[in-house]
């Protein structure tokens, strides 16, 4: 039993939080709809894994870098910090997509219109 697999996942989560933070993405730019975005698709994913869980076609490996902890049969502790990063890092890789793309649109309409480029 070892918190290697957890620890990983909430430092991944604080590298992405800090992106999030340092050009204010998702998170930092609407918290109450990123919040929503993130609870509403990792439950999502929790009730893919839960019919997963059912149908017999998921189940608990052993792994010596997990906690051992289930928050139900077959449902370590582990997989509910994974959905939740794996929600927070596509809404901020989708919100950082979107100002890239309107970014080099904006700069395509620009040189597009005869001005001078800086």
Known sequence: MTLAYLGA???AALGVGAIDARWRLALF????????TVVITALAMLLIDLGGIATGNFRLGESP???GFEVLPH????ELAFVTFL???????LCAA????????????????GAPRR
């Open 75 to 78: 449902l370590p502790i582990e």
């Open 98 to 113: 979107e100002r890239a793309l309107a970014a080099r649109a904006g700069r395509g309409a620009r040189a597009g219109s």
């Open 65 to 67: 870098w997990m906690t």
């Open 29 to 36: 730019r609407d918290a109450p709809r990123a919040v929503a």
């Open 87 to 93: 929600a927070y890092v596509s809404i901020v890789a």
């Open 9 to 11: 996942l909430l430092l």
